[in-house]
């Protein structure tokens, strides 16, 4: 071991770095998958939810 650089970059860190990393990833995808559930159930039984069926339906209803 002569660089000081080497032991910072040693298996038991980069296993740590990795597992904080992975972490982090998955908070944000299960944010991210919060956000959109919600925004698609907003959709299917919010307000709007009546004119869109109604859009999609056409005007001869």
């Known amino acids: 071991m002569g660089s000081s ?3 910072s ?3 038991d860190r980069i296993a740590r770095q990795i597992e ?3 972490a ?3 908070e ?3 944010r991210l998958a919060d956000r ?3 925004r698609s159930r907003a959709k299917r039984f919010g307000p709007l939810a009546k004119l869109v069926k109604r859009a999609r339906r ?3 209803g």
Do not use: I, K
Request: a negative charge; proline letters at 10%.
């Open 58 to 60: 056409g005007p001869t």
């Open 24 to 26: 982090r990833l998955t």
């Open 5 to 7: 650089s080497h032991s």
């Open 28 to 30: 944000d995808l299960d």
């Open 9 to 11: 970059n040693s298996p």
């Open 20 to 22: 904080e990393t992975r």
């Open 36 to 38: 959109v559930t919600a």
